[in-house]
Structures are given as structure tokens and as C-alpha cells.
């Protein structure tokens, strides 16, 4: 205990002293889509800085200090490689590589999990299952472990999505099945620490949650399963609350949201869904509203202080991804923008309440959203067809299609 609690202090430091431009993990800083940068419409189109040809994955980049970092299948091989470039020119920094085991599907083969910086160190989740800790300056590949061939757990038909929540000394992922729905590894030498609940593995990834009126102690790790959202306590796996879902037997994809003291989720049978988690003699978890038409199962949206900005899709009579403002304290839909996208589109928000949308053509919007409905402000090609959510740092957006990593310089 004394050791994790010290090594949570460490992360907690770092993340509190990370530079501005750092985006080091699954939808950025705090995991939220949001950053602390301001961005404002361009006069004209802004073109690549430069872009280099990496393999299959729909795992997204991330960025620390000078270096963005990338996932990716090594050609047509049952092998994975984690690659690091230079922000400025896309100088690649070292690449390391490792086998897998055999996988196919029409969608992807590459990894899907984005990866997690922290301490130095990088922290990836491969489409099969494989947990792999390399050194960021480096590559070096300090430890390694097949999660499902340790825990005697089947890999779904989707192969892994979750992207890795590091908490202290422990580096959290779903895996899948009775016992190991969700495990927790050493981030020193990746020995298994628990693992936890038995239903089938979700696609979604982790955030962490303090509770409404919790004072001192450790947060939450918050995943969203098959069957229920669940706030564990991230030292030993042990449920401090859950609330039940319908059960998704396809998955359920987007990231729970945060919003404030709410934590949001979407799937396509339930809707969306604002729960507020509240701590007390016993830890209890309420709904505050549900919002049934306002279905996700692809992408997760960002929240301001008072607005949810959420990945709406619909699949008959065809696929359509819409753009719906909801008022985060009611639910009540403030405006829709119907067919952003086909699948999926990425968002970001920044500082100055301007949303950087990358749609599944390859166009990046900057859209205002303080509006009182749908208004854009600029539009541009930046790179092609692409499922990847964008990451944004330093004024860089780094975008990711089947073929390339795409980086553009939005501000000076």
C-alpha cells in the first residue's frame, strides 16, 4: 500500500507539472478531449509540416515533450512496433518491434488501444492482447506479457481496444471473461496485481473519478462493460459501485465523459446516461437523466462546463455520425448537426470553447462551441479516410489515416 500510494504521488506530480503541449494518452491530458491550448479559425488552409508512412493501426498518436509516439502493425506480419518521431520534422527517433499472435478481420489488424506515456516510460496494449512497457527514450523494451494466454482468457472478435490507464504504480486494462474482465499490472515489471468481474470485455477505455463529496483517498478507475459501469478502487479491484447497463453484446465503445461532478455514457441500446457518483457511508451511483436518442457506439465527444458535445450514431437505413449539443445538467438536446461523419469523427476541445473536428473523410472543422446552434468556422483536408480520433499539442494536430502519420501546424 505504502508503495502504491508513493508512486500515485509521483504520477499525480507529473501529471500536474506535464508541459502544456503534452498529450500523453487516450484523449489527452485528463483523458477528456479537452486542452488547455486556444486555437481560432484559419485565414488559409494550413498545410502538412510534414507526414511519414506508418502501418495499420487505428491506435491514435500521442506526445511527450519532443516526440510523438505511434502503434502500429509491421507490414503484413503477426508483429507490432511502437515508433517514435520528432514533432518538429518527423524525424523517426527509433523504432522496436515484437511478435504477436496470428489475427484477422475486415476492419483492422493493427493495434487499437492508444498508448499511455507516463514517468518516462510507455505503456502499449496490442489488438491480441500483448501488454508491453518501453522506454521513451529509447525503445528499449523493458517487460512484456500476453494478458490473454496468462489469464486463460479468450480474445473477442474485436480484438483489444482498451487504451491503458496508468494509476500509480499499476497499469490498468480490460482483458476478458470470467475473473479477468478487467486486470491490473506492475508498471515496474508487469506482474499481475488482480484482476476482477466476470463478464465479457468491453471496447471501451478507463477514466478515473473522484466521488462527489469524497474527501482524501484514492479515485476510481471507472470501466464500462458489457453489463454494468463499475467504479473500482484501482490498489486491488475491489467494487466500490457500479450501475447496471443493458447488455451490450457487441461492446460498448466510447469513454465514459466527464462532466463536471457527471460522468456520461452512450451506448446504442441505452442512450446516453448522466450518473453522479456520490460518496458517503456507502458509495452510490444515481442517474441524473438519460437522454435515449442520443445513441454512440464508435466515438467519444468532450464536455464543457455546461455542455456535452457527443458522437451521435445512427445505422439505418444507413450509417451517420451526428454532432448533438446537450445541456449537461438536463440532458435536453440544445442542437444537432446531422452527418459530421459516415462511422465516426473525432473531437477536441480547446481552451477558447472552439471544437477541432476530424470526420472519417479525412476534413478537419473548427467548429464554435458557444453557439446557439451549429456554426462553422472553417474546414480543410488534412489527410485521408481515417477512424482515428486526432491528438493536438503544441498548436500541432497529428492525425492518423490507413497510410500515414499527418502532422499540421494550426497555430504559430
Not at 490507464?165 to 499499476?170: A, F, T
Request: with cysteine; proline share 6%.
Amino acid at each position: 500500500m505504502v508503495r502504491f500510494v508513493a508512486a500515485l504521488s509521483l504520477v499525480f506530480t507529473f501529471c500536474l507539472t506535464l508541459p502544456a503541449a503534452d498529450w500523453p494518452q487516450w484523449l489527452g491530458p485528463k483523458r477528456d478531449g479537452n486542452t488547455a491550448e486556444k486555437i481560432e479559425p484559419w485565414k488559409e488552409a494550413p498545410k502538412p509540416l510534414w507526414s511519414v508512412k506508418v502501418g495499420l493501426g487505428f491506435s491514435a498518436p500521442v506526445v511527450a515533450g519532443d516526440r510523438v509516439f505511434i502503434h502500429a502493425r509491421v507490414g503484413r506480419k503477426e508483429r507490432e512496433e511502437m515508433i517514435a518521431f520528432n514533432v518538429k520534422d518527423g524525424k523517426e527517433l527509433w523504432r522496436t518491434a515484437y511478435d504477436r499472435r496470428p489475427y484477422s478481420s475486415i476492419l483492422n489488424t493493427g493495434p487499437q488501444a492508444t498508448p499511455t506515456v507516463t514517468g518516462g516510460r510507455i505503456y502499449a496494449y496490442g489488438i491480441t492482447g500483448t501488454l508491453s512497457c518501453f522506454a521513451a527514450d529509447n525503445g528499449k523494451l523493458h517487460w512484456q506479457v500476453d494478458t490473454f494466454k496468462l489469464l486463460k482468457a479468450e480474445l473477442p472478435q474485436f480484438g483489444v481496444c482498451c487504451s491503458p490507464l496508468v494509476v500509480g504504480n499499476r497499469v490498468l486494462v480490460a482483458v476478458n471473461g470470467k475473473g479477468s474482465s478487467v486486470a491490473a499490472f506492475d508498471t515496474e515489471n508487469g506482474e499481475l496485481q488482480w484482476q476482477t468481474l466476470d463478464e465479457p470485455a468491453s471496447t471501451s477505455s478507463p477514466v478515473l473519478l473522484a466521488a462527489k463529496g469524497k474527501t482524501g483517498g484514492l479515485p476510481d478507475a471507472v470501466f464500462m462493460t458489457t453489463l454494468r459501469v463499475v467504479g473500482l478502487n484501482p490498489l486491488d479491484g475491489t467494487v466500490n459501485w457500479e450501475f447496471p447497463l443493458p447488455f451490450q453484446p457487441a461492446g460498448t465503445s466510447p469513454t465514459p465523459l466527464l462532466a463536471g461532478d457527471l460522468l456520461i455514457t452512450s451506448t446504442m441500446t441505452n442512450g446516453s446516461t448522466a450518473i453522479r457518483v456520490t460518496a458517503g457511508e456507502k458509495t452510490t451511483a444515481e442517474k441524473v437523466w438519460q437522454a435515449k436518442d442520443e445513441r454512440g457506439y464508435f466515438s467519444t465527444g468532450a464536455a464543457s462546463k455546461d455542455r456535452l458535445f457527443l458522437v451521435v450514431n445512427q445505422t439505418k437505413p444507413v450509417p451517420r455520425a451526428d454532432l448533438a449539443c446537450v445541456d449537461a445538467a438536463t440532458g435536453k438536446q440544445l442542437w444537432k448537426k446531422e452527418s459530421i461523419g459516415y462511422f465516426h469523427f473525432g473531437l477536441i476541445r480547446t481552451a477558447n470553447d472552439r471544437l477541432l473536428i476530424l470526420d472519417d473523410a479525412g476534413t478537419l472543422r473548427i467548429v464554435d462551441g458557444t453557439a446557439k446552434e451549429y456554426v462553422e468556422l472553417c474546414s480543410t483536408k488534412v489527410c485521408d479516410g481515417t477512424l482515428v480520433t486526432p491528438t493536438f499539442s503544441g498548436g500541432r494536430l497529428f492525425a492518423r489515416d490507413s497510410e500515414q502519420l499527418v502532422c499540421v501546424q494550426l497555430t504559430p
